[in-house]
């Protein structure tokens, strides 16, 4: 105080208020409880696990409380980039065109081993996309492992690979029980309650390993465990549902799964190669490399590989057939009268359109084309205009957590996420549009659902349909 009294300008009075009005110092010992969570996060060490942050409170009493880890500020990638493995013969090139020829080189392997698998069969296809799906689903749940350092934390991992089976088990139940039910009643009987009451096992599947999340929760760790549980479960539904709902297209006919994710591939293919050779335009901020010239380049491109990939492959009841099974030879046979969207037909072309066709000297009026031509070009618009967004997606969570690629099981493409972001979007837009524009009752469909009936439920399906028949004047009457 004498030292304030003596300040020249100061009266004493205004100095003693100087003196009440300030704050104590914070004690650097222990935090104040008023410190907002950012500022705590900022002092987490970014390389040290949480587990071993031990950040403690002091009650009123005098007692040491400790408190709850809080999240991590990511200031490093948490899970290292991938390595480009170049090949001597490359390493004259710059590195854009190492790149592009390395892309380049696995697309095509790629798309190669794609049209294996389809000459194989809808169940070999339908393993791919499990496969794929187990995949993609390791690949996030590694970054959620990294980001919040959970090595200390129990049972994180198997948990999260034990909700991915109970949920699998969930969707797929129907899928077997539509599909192979007749088989296994015949041949693998034992396993037939798994199929006829797969909701409630899955139900109590979910049950215990959510009765095993509770009895994991740490005291310290409460808030890091909650959310690599949201975590767990936002990937079951990005990638689970996904894959559930492509099979189910699947089986519906081999060409429109094989349109859709080929207009995909066929998009990001298109957009990299007009955006590498006329490029000039960024498209969005979350992806800097994704320009206009390639989105409205690649987008026309796509739109026009659909409407002409449907119309090779309707001819041939391979595709155009959907898949059904057959209990004798124990194979998926896709044997089918043509469906009338896979039959020509004339459609008189808009007035606008001719208006524009007439500029470039086409007088056309009318036009003969499938009607399923015309489902392949909205299927190859929304590849071009939506489906990217699901990698923009992908880009903008790739940034958040400061990594540049989910994995790198595909050298010049990254992880499996990576190439397949754009497809999750797409499976369930084919979906949605197959069960509401195309789908069709399918006789040999309703009967193979009948046979897995009961014999007695057989009978009686048979004896309802025929007086209802008979009572239309649809079968004849059998005199007794």
Request: with cysteine.
């Amino acid at each position: 105080m004498s030292e304030l009294r003596h300040r020249e300008g100061h009266g004493v009075e205004k100095a003693e208020d100087e003196v009440k009005n300030e704050e104590p110092a914070a004690p650097k010992s222990s935090p104040s409880r008023s410190q907002p969570a950012a500022n705590q996060a900022q002092q987490l060490q970014p390389d040290q696990p949480v587990e071993n942050e031990k950040q403690t409170d002091q009650t009123a009493d005098g007692e040491t409380k400790e408190k709850p880890a809080p999240l991590p500020d990511i200031q490093e990638p948490p899970i290292p980039a991938q390595k480009d493995v170049i090949p001597e013969v490359l390493k004259g090139l710059s590195p854009r065109w190492q790149n592009w020829i390395i892309r380049g080189v696995f697309t095509w392997a790629m798309i190669f081993g794609y049209a294996f698998l389809i000459y194989m069969g809808p169940v070999a296809l339908a393993s791919l996309i499990i496969l794929i799906e187990m995949m993609c689903f390791h690949e996030i749940i590694r970054i959620g492992h990294a980001v919040y350092k959970s090595e200390g934390l129990p049972w994180f991992r198997t948990l999260s690979w034990y909700f991915l089976l109970s949920a699998n088990y969930f969707v797929y139940g129907q899928s077997l029980q539509d599909y192979f039910g007749i088989v296994l009643r015949r041949e693998l009987e034992f396993l037939q309650p798994f199929i006829d009451y797969y909701r409630f096992i899955s139900f109590c599947m979910y049950m215990f390993g959510f009765i095993l999340f509770v009895l994991s929760l740490k005291k310290s760790h409460y808030l890091v465990q909650f959310t690599l549980f949201g975590w767990t479960h936002i990937a079951l539904l990005i990638v689970v549902t996904q894959s559930n709902l492509i099979v189910q297209s699947l089986f519906e006919g081999l060409i429109w799964f094989i349109t859709s994710t080929m207009s995909v591939i066929c998009n990001d293919i298109m957009a990299y190669m007009f955006g590498f050779f006329f490029g000039r335009t960024r498209l969005i901020k979350l992806s800097p490399k994704k320009t206009w010239e390639g989105f409205i380049g690649g987008g026309f491109a796509t739109v026009l590989f659909s409407v002409f990939l449907v119309r090779l492959l309707a001819p041939y009841q391979l595709f155009s057939c959907p898949a059904l099974f057959d209990d004798e030879t124990h194979t998926f046979k896709m044997e089918c009268q043509a469906s009338y969207i896979f039959i020509d037909k004339e459609y008189t072309i808009p007035g606008f359109i001719q208006v524009i066709l007439s500029l470039v000297g086409l007088n056309w009026t009318t036009v003969i084309m499938m009607p399923a031509q015309i489902h392949a070009f909205v299927i190859g618009l929304f590849a071009s205009l939506v489906s990217p967004f699901g990698g923009f997606f992908a880009s903008g969570f790739k940034r958040a957590f400061k990594i540049k690629d989910f994995g790198d099981v595909i050298p010049g493409h990254g992880g499996i996420m990576d190439r397949f972001d754009c497809q999750f979007l797409m499976a369930s837009f084919l979906y949605v549009y197959i069960n509401t524009f195309i789908k069709t009752p399918n006789p040999s469909k309703l009967v193979q659902q009948v046979l897995n009936l009961s014999p007695e439920n057989q009978v009686a399906v048979y004896t309802q349909l025929t007086e209802v028949l008979t009572k239309r004047g649809l079968i004849p009457i059998t005199p007794p």
